[in-house]
């Protein structure tokens, strides 16, 4: 009470016109803040409706002045041409805030936080029926949205979906329960390391797999200098015959599927490997077949006879490509793949496991056409999870 008259004591003493001029600012700042959500939805919805054939809406925004944040609610992105089924982007919402413990260290750099973001792919006979989003203008939108660099990126519980309605039988691919966190994307830690930025990502599968994922690299370089490594563990490969037969013809009765890869490039080339690994796989199926005709069935049955031979004792049918070149100019090592199936079949036997770890001076030797040095040889990091055991996994 004291102090309440305290301050109407110093209000009474102030002259009028200050008392006024104070007035007027408190009421536009209380109406200001009221109609800064709408405000900024307007303005979102209108940078939404400049995209490049794409169009969209979202729901409603909040406003958090403390953090120095907003988040826009209920996202919606579809393509405006074309038959397309399901939009390009939704999400239940985008935050996009201010890194305040940066912001006292003189650099203003920002995040974002999205929440269930889902991306939707589509194929077809005609461009009208495809979705890739390529050319949408994504970049210039998130930048229009927010008019500082992000150094910080993070979703959680994402889906990507591949979708073809219009192929024979129709093919639905995706990956759910993404989680993704990407780091230093400024470089605002002002690391003097050369792959100061760094990718974390982990999800299922369908068919009941795991994804793990883990990317060091240069958020500066104008040629793509990074580090990847990544599994793929037990996927079931009976849930991607929809896939197989659209697409290649043939589909699998009986099989699980983990891979291996290490990849890193600098100066416009890369080098690197993919392991795969198809456990227990049997490819002719004779309750499936007996539908089919006379050709497709002797196709299937000479495909799994040759997945037959080249089984190991381990029940293992493995191979091991080898991936390098310069952008625009790749190189996929077929017949060393092809060699290395047989070596598994019957001489030594792949291990479901990574190799070494490729390094961007791996790449940078390889260019000059010297052999790496033992020394540049990495631990793969131990982010990468054993293989999980199988499970039938539901979209």
Do not use: C
């Amino acid at each position: 009470m004291i102090q309440f008259k305290h301050i109407r004591g110093w209000w009474n003493d102030r002259p009028r016109w200050l008392r006024l001029t104070l007035l007027i600012v408190l009421g536009v700042l209380i109406v200001g803040r009221a109609a800064l959500p709408f405000m900024l939805e307007t303005f979102v919805n209108h940078r939404i409706a400049r995209l490049h054939g794409y169009g969209g809406k979202v729901g409603h925004i909040t406003v958090h002045l403390w953090r120095g944040a907003y988040r826009i609610h209920d996202i919606n992105i579809y393509k405006t041409s074309g038959n397309i089924r399901e939009p390009f982007f939704e999400a239940t919402y985008v935050d996009l805030s201010i890194e305040w413990f940066r912001l006292v260290r003189g650099k203003v750099v920002g995040q974002v936080y999205m929440m269930n973001p889902k991306i939707n792919f589509e194929d077809g006979p005609t461009q009208g029926q495809r979705q890739s989003g390529q050319g949408g203008g994504w970049g210039e939108l998130l930048t229009s949205l927010f008019p500082f660099d992000f150094n910080r990126l993070e979703s959680n519980n994402g889906e990507l979906d591949f979708y073809n309605h219009y192929s024979k039988p129709p093919v639905d691919l995706f990956l759910n329960q993404l989680n993704l966190t990407a780091t230093n994307l400024s470089n605002a830690e002002n690391q003097s390391t050369e792959l100061s930025a760094q990718i974390q990502a982990t999800a299922k599968t369908m068919g009941g797999g795991t994804v793990a994922t883990q990317v060091q690299f240069n958020p500066i370089e104008k040629d793509p200098t990074f580090e990847l490594t990544g599994t793929v563990n037990n996927i079931d490969l009976t849930a991607a015959n929809d896939f197989m037969q659209a697409y290649a013809g043939f589909e699998v009765g009986k099989g699980t599927l983990s891979s291996y890869v290490s990849v890193a490039s600098k100066d416009g080339g890369y080098d690197g490997y993919l392991k795969l690994f198809f456990k227990n796989l049997h490819m002719f199926d004779w309750a499936k077949e007996r539908h089919k005709d006379i050709f497709q069935i002797f196709k299937d049955a000479v495909v799994g006879l040759g997945t037959l031979v080249l089984t190991n004792p381990n029940g293992n049918f493995a191979t091991k490509l080898s991936i390098s070149g310069a952008y625009g100019k790749d190189h996929v090592d077929t017949f060393g793949a092809a060699a290395s199936a047989i070596n598994n079949a019957f001489f030594n036997a792949l291990m479901p496991k990574f190799d070494k770890k490729v390094t961007v001076q791996n790449v940078v030797d390889k260019m000059k056409g010297q052999g790496p040095e033992k020394d540049q040889v990495k631990t793969l990091p131990t982010v990468i999870p054993s293989p999980a055991p199988q499970v039938q996994g539901a979209k």
